[in-house]
């Protein structure tokens, strides 16, 4: 049973939806829109796909607003044909976070039956208050009870675009901060802000160097909720580059030694940790994954770089990757250059592949076990990206703060810059250099925009290295 139930929207549609719902002679006002329902480990959440306006004789604005039949049969049938899910939205005319009225109540329960009857899926319902916070829940069926349906809230509401805008239901997810340990942060940016940092649900996928030094950092800013997903193995190679591991974490799962480290460092009064021993190529790891708002990519294989892609996507979750390169002299290994660049990736932005970060074929190569196969590696010019880079620990250090940084523009979005775009660094020059790319013409990524689990696109698969990796411990 899930327990947690979220709603997630593209920014330049939650604009499309504030402008019509929050008008400017204060009365009320409604919509319906269509969604793809998708199912993390834990939790449940929609994403809205397409607002369905209404047509002249739809509905009644009169301070607040009503439908007629014909309007719902007409959003029904759209989401029949699309395979999707309903949702109801309306407004109202004060700030911050809304609950129901009773009028309100009775409205989504008198449609809740027709629509789950004709979609199979539960109405959606979301009420915005007239500063664009919103609210929502799903009115689930009571298969126990026939015709009933229960009222479950979603914990938040996120916007993602440019910026990675959440609007929290206090009353599921409490904030969860400690204003003395945190006294230095709260002063930087205040307690609203360390309110909605103390509430996201952020996954860390790949705890080598960057994702274990990524860790202490969102630990020790206030982060309370983590999703770790590693398969690996700690080995003593690992210790010149890995935060919070030592010599006696030798042998033990990377999600197991981080989650004891992370422990220590928070400065939150309770941290939460979910631990996924998986790849995010494997289904369990994926569906891990589902259930956070925002995540770290801290691997450079093309397999899981093209799922992160995809995720970011389909499910309207924010990526943040990044990636080093070190040159050597093949001949007295000294050191020529060393770059390492962050981003995000996601609705409004270039993706992985158009910026040249995988490849589809080497991913293609790498979920069918090739880049394994050290046979199939010899006779190829193929040069895997982990085994042909070396890394430092102050590279790494850099590169998890860039990471960091990235990921506070998109949430804070200081002095209303949420969108920093491409950071290069040269560790040769000391300089940055920005870019600003866009997806090919072609690309399939930005077709797939909040398609969720209703896209049916299965790329994860089975994990060799992973299986392996777990047995052997
Ligand atoms: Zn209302
Ligand atoms: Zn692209």
Same mark, same amino acid.
């Given at each position: 049973?899930?327990? %947690? ?98 009028? %309100? =109540? ?13 979609? *199979? &899926? ?85 705890? *080598? ?7 202490? =950092? ?27 591991? &030592? ?23 309770? =941290? ?18 589902? %259930?956070?708002?925002?995540? &770290? ?41 060393? %770059? ?7 609705? *409004? ?69 949420? /969108? =920093? ?5 040269? &560790? ?13 013409? /072609? ?31």
């Amino acid at each position: 049973m899930r327990r %947690d139930f979220s709603v997630a929207l593209e920014e330049t549609l939650n604009t499309e939806l504030l402008n019509h719902l929050v008008r400017s002679d204060g009365q009320e006002d409604l919509i319906f829109a269509t969604y793809s329902l998708s199912k993390g480990t834990n939790r449940m959440f929609g994403t809205l796909t397409e607002i369905i306006y209404p047509d002249e004789g739809d509905r009644e604005v009169h301070g607040n607003a009503e439908f007629y039949p014909s309007y719902l049969r007409h959003a029904i049938s759209i989401a029949l044909k699309k395979k999707e899910g309903l949702a109801f939205l309306h407004s109202h005319p004060f700030p911050g976070w809304q609950g129901m009225s009773p009028t %309100d =109540i009775t409205a989504e329960k008198r449609i809740a039956p027709s629509i789950y009857g004709a979609t *199979g &899926f539960p109405l959606l319902g979301m009420t915005t208050g007239n500063d664009g916070t919103w609210s929502a829940r799903f009115w689930v069926k009571n298969h126990k009870k026939k015709r009933r349906y229960t009222r479950k809230w979603c914990s938040s509401v996120r916007v993602v675009g440019n910026g990675l805008k959440i609007s929290f239901n206090d009353n599921v997810l409490k904030p969860n901060f400690d204003s003395e340990k945190q006294l230095r942060t709260i002063s930087a940016w205040g307690k609203d802000t360390q309110e909605d940092l103390s509430r996201l649900k952020i996954g860390i996928v790949g705890l *080598g160097s960057v994702g274990s030094i990524v860790a202490e =950092i969102l630990a020790r800013t206030g982060i309370s909720y983590f999703v770790l997903i590693d398969f690996d193995t700690i080995e003593k190679k690992n210790l010149d580059r890995t935060a919070g591991v &030592f010599e006696k974490d030798i042998g033990k799962s990377k999600v197991d030694a981080i989650a004891k480290a992370i422990k220590k460092s928070a400065t939150s009064p309770k =941290i939460t940790i979910k631990k996924s021993e998986y790849s995010i190529c494997e289904e369990k790891g994926f569906r891990n994954a589902l %259930d956070c708002d925002l995540i &770290f990519s801290c691997v450079d294989r093309p397999w899981p770089r093209q799922v992160l892609n995809f995720l970011s996507y389909a499910y309207l979750i924010p990526v943040i990757d990044g990636g080093i390169k070190i040159r050597t002299n093949s001949s007295n290994s000294k050191l020529i250059g060393a %770059d390492w660049r962050s981003h995000i990736i996601g609705p *409004g932005r270039v993706c992985l592949e158009c910026m040249g970060q995988y490849s589809s074929e080497m991913a293609k190569l790498e979920s069918e076990g090739f880049l394994d196969d050290p046979e199939y590696i010899e006779g190829s010019s193929i040069k895997l990206p982990s085994e042909f880079h070396e890394n430092v620990f102050p590279f790494s250090a850099h590169l998890a703060a860039m990471e960091v940084l990235h990921s506070l523009s998109m949430i804070i979005s200081p002095s209303g810059i949420s /969108n =920093i775009g491409e950071k290069i660094y040269h &560790f040769v020059t000391g300089t940055i250099d920005s870019e600003r790319k866009e997806c090919a013409s /072609n690309c399939f990524f930005p077709s797939i925009i909040s398609k969720g689990d209703a896209l049916n696109l299965v790329l994860v698969g089975r994990h060799k290295k992973a299986e392996i990796s777990r047995k052997g411990r």
